[in-house]
């Protein structure tokens, strides 16, 4: 039996592509795992399912995705203050939050000293990740295509975040 050139490549990428899916998955595990202890706010798995929902755990400690337009918080106008769903930390005021038209969302500017940032090297790119300061909470990411003054756009997963109308501005 020969091999042909296209069966050949078609085999490699398909190969590339299950190792590359593979070690992201282990990046994400690893990483969280490694940072778990570097935060004020920290819980056992267990302590974290029985605080969030499994959707808030699957996005906030494994830092998944949720789907475009699916958070109510997107269409939240609102005055008052988002904070992080694991550990009520104020994260973003309702003064910097603007219709991205992304279906997540959007905010041109953290609260001071709320978040932290990494690198994401997955999907075969870099892109900036944020999290909660203050319990490592995976927020979502934040991209240069944001509107002035600060040219960001942070486009966050509503199910790591919770609402309290109010005074924008913490007390």
Request: glycine share 12%; aromatic share 18%.
């Given at each position: 039996m020969t091999i042909k050139r296209r069966d050949f490549l078609l085999s490699g990428a398909a190969l590339a592509a299950v190792t590359g899916v593979g070690l992201m998955s282990m990046r994400r595990f690893d990483a969280h795992a490694a940072t778990e202890g570097d935060f004020e706010v920290t819980k056992s798995e267990a302590e974290w399912r029985a605080l969030l929902s499994d959707e808030q755990f699957d996005v906030l400690r494994n830092e998944a995705t949720e789907r475009a337009f699916t958070s109510p918080l997107n269409e939240e106008?609102?005055?008052?203050?988002?904070?992080?769903?694991?550990?009520?930390?104020?994260?973003?005021?309702?003064?910097?939050?603007?219709?991205?038209?992304?279906?997540?969302?959007?905010?041109?500017?953290s609260l001071p000293d709320a978040i932290g940032t990494k690198d994401d090297n997955t999907l075969f790119m870099t892109r900036t990740e944020c999290h909660c300061r203050r319990c490592g909470g995976h927020f979502g990411h934040i991209f240069d295509d944001g509107p002035p003054p600060t040219g960001k756009r942070h486009c966050l997963n509503g199910l790591a975040l919770t609402f309290k109308p109010g005074a924008a501005t913490p007390a």
């Open positions: 106008k609102r005055a008052g203050l988002f904070h992080c769903a694991g550990c009520d930390l104020p994260v973003y005021s309702s003064e910097t939050k603007y219709d991205s038209g992304t279906g997540w969302p959007s905010f041109w500017e």
